[in-house]
């Protein structure tokens, strides 16, 4: 009986625990569990690292009731900025994501940002610094519901 009692006080804490640690995670490599459960498979396909110098990191917030969920991996890579782009931008052909041509943004940056016709994927951006020999890339993408 006693058994009993404290598995009900343990257990459904511990469980409310585990899913927060779920909903707003970062700092994840691929291959480790969670990036299987929290990096939806379609966007799993769609961000190869290309040319890399420093490992993949991905991070990702659920739906909160205010703002969008969303993943984004970050990475190192020693490729141009525009070649990445347009690697980036095909890998991303499973997704349907189509948009805008690359531009510069202010801060050093080549950006891409698209809009996708997949049922997983509303949005996809990507960013490429401009100097330095090994460039932050960052993809984005808001999820659907």
Not at 7 to 13: G, N, V
Not at 31 to 38: A, C, D, E, I, T
Request: include cysteine; charge should be negative; glycine fraction near 8%.
């Amino acid at each position: 009986m006693k058994g009993l009692v404290l598995a009900c006080l343990i257990l459904p804490p511990t469980a409310l625990l585990g899913l927060w640690m779920l909903f707003e995670v970062s700092d994840v490599r691929p291959g480790w569990p969670l990036y299987y459960v929290g990096v939806p498979e379609s966007v799993r396909d769609a961000t190869p690292t290309f040319a890399e110098c420093r490992p993949a990191r991905f991070h990702w917030k659920g739906r909160d009731g205010e703002g969008v969920p969303y993943v984004a991996m970050d990475y190192g890579s020693y490729m141009d900025p525009d070649v990445a782009l347009l690697k980036h931008a095909a890998a991303m052909a499973p997704l349907a994501c189509s948009g805008d041509p690359a531009q510069v943004a202010g801060a050093g940056s080549h950006f891409r940002h698209m809009r996708c016709e997949h049922p997983d994927v509303w949005s996809a951006d990507i960013s490429v610094e401009a100097h330095g020999p090994c460039r932050e890339v960052r993809i984005g993408f808001v999820l659907n519901d």
